[in-house]
Nanobody
Framework: QVQLVESGGGSVQPGGSLRLSCTAS????????MRWYRQAPGKEREFVAS????????NYADSVKGRFTISRDNAKNTVYLQMNSLKPEDTAVYYC???????WGQGTQVTVSS
C-alpha cells in the first residue's frame, strides 16, 4: 500500500540544524511532486516546502526561505528537508505529503529549545 515514513526529527538548540527524511513506498515515486508541512501545538497545519517530481523546481514558505532546503533522491524514493538556523518557532510535527493528495506520513517531532 501507499506509505510515507518520516524520520530525522529530534531536539536541537536554536541555531542548530536537522535533516528530515521521508521515504515512500507503494507507488512510483518519481512521478509525484512532494511537499513538507508542519503543525505546531494549537495551530493549523501549514505548508513548508514543495519539490516537483524530478526536483527541478522548489517552493518555500516565507518563514523558512533561506534556512530550509527541500531535495529528493528518486533512486531512494526519499524526499529530504534540510533545516538550518533553526528557531524556537520552528518547533512542530513535520509531515510529508504526496502532492496535494490526502496522503500523509505519520509525522516527526522537531523541538527547538535552549
Amino acid at each position: 500500500q501507499v506509505q510515507l515514513v518520516e524520520s530525522g526529527g529530534g531536539s536541537v538548540q536554536p541555531g542548530g540544524s536537522l535533516r528530515l527524511s521521508c521515504t515512500a513506498s507503494g507507488f512510483t515515486f518519481f512521478k509525484y511532486n512532494m511537499r513538507w508541512y508542519r503543525q505546531a501545538p494549537g495551530k493549523e497545519r501549514e505548508f513548508v516546502a514543495s519539490i516537483t517530481n524530478l526536483g527541478k523546481s522548489t517552493n518555500y514558505a516565507d518563514s523558512v526561505k533561506g534556512r530550509f532546503t527541500i531535495s529528493r533522491d528518486n533512486a531512494k524514493n526519499t524526499v529530504y528537508l534540510q533545516m538550518n538556523s533553526l528557531k524556537p518557532e520552528d518547533t512542530a510535527v513535520y509531515y510529508c505529503r504526496r502532492g496535494i493528495e490526502d496522503i500523509w506520513g505519520q509525522g516527526t517531532q522537531v523541538t527547538v529549545s535552549s
